[in-house]
């Protein structure tokens, strides 16, 4: 533990976030990581200058890419891939679904997984699961390895199309989701914050409209990102987006909630129409 000091959130050249903090942990690998503690949003995971996930708020986040796609499917999951995830938050919460029988996850930077079980394991699944094969690999090498529709769900949980996430934000990634993912399964990655980032959805959007039929695009506000977060989903089929047939309730998601999600603002829509 230092003694408080004032740590600046970069999110573009003329803005940032504030907050006064005790650096716990740092260290380098693939990514920058950095855990500090704040009196008001406790502990909480910087990846390469940017907030991954705070103690105070990260089940909006862990329930919303987990419970939104899983309450699309006609029936409950079985088979889940996580891309990423290293957190534990989506395992944590994928836990709680009884019906699913395995879970599959690539995680391509073993620091942050040993950090997270270190300083977070609280929030994290448990990894001693049987159901749960935790695999140490690129999402996209992993994908390849896999067999076609194979997966109920495939749940993206990675950082913004830099570094080792820059893979994950591909054609060929999208392709490969594509195959493997069952005929009645749902896709989901997060997509940044438009309103900060707008070049992601914007340049991302193509590319996965050209590896699936259909693709949504949904959204959540967590408090500590100070905006919305856009995810993708994608199907292969058309879902009955706003009326959920699993019906799901966390600390925050519950099923009247999809229609929240999927009702994006002309902002957003611009940005892909473009």
């Not at 990423?84 to 989506?90: A, E, F, L, S, T």
């Not at 448990?126 to 090498?141: A, C, N, Q, T």
Request: hydrophobic share 40%; with cysteine; aromatic share 18%.
């Amino acid at each position: 533990m230092t003694g408080y000091f004032w740590w600046k959130e970069k999110i573009y050249r003329d803005f940032g976030h504030a907050y006064k903090v005790e650096l716990v942990f740092e260290e380098k690998n693939l990514q920058k990581i950095q855990v500090f503690k704040n009196p008001i949003w406790g502990y909480f995971f910087v990846l390469d200058g940017i907030i991954q996930f705070t103690e105070k708020d990260e089940f909006i986040y862990h329930e919303t890419i987990t419970y939104l796609p899983a309450s699309l499917l006609e029936y409950p999951p079985e088979e889940v891939l996580i891309v990423g995830g290293g957190d534990g938050g989506v395992l944590r919460e994928l836990q709680k679904i009884s019906s699913i029988k395995r879970i599959i996850q690539f995680e391509i930077d073993t620091l942050v997984f040993e950090v997270c079980q270190k300083y977070f394991f609280k929030l994290s699944g448990d990894y001693k699961d049987p159901r749960v094969s935790f695999i140490v690999k690129d999402g996209l090498e992993g994908l390849k390895e896999c067999s076609d529709e194979e997966f109920d769900l495939i749940i993206v949980d990675c950082t913004d199309p830099v570094g080792p996430a820059k893979s994950l934000y591909t054609f060929e990634f999208y392709k490969e989701a594509q195959r493997v993912l069952k005929s009645k399964g749902v896709f989901i990655q997060q997509a940044s914050l438009p309103i900060y980032f707008p070049h992601i959805i914007k340049s991302v959007y193509p590319l996965i409209t050209s590896a699936f039929p259909i693709v949504k695009i949904a959204r959540a506000f967590v408090p500590s990102y100070g905006e919305e977060i856009a995810f993708f989903l994608a199907t292969k089929e058309s879902k009955d987006w706003l009326n959920p047939k699993q019906l799901y309730k966390g600390k925050y998601y519950n099923p009247e909630l999809n229609l929240y999600y999927f009702s994006i603002p002309n902002t957003w829509i611009n940005i892909i129409s473009k």
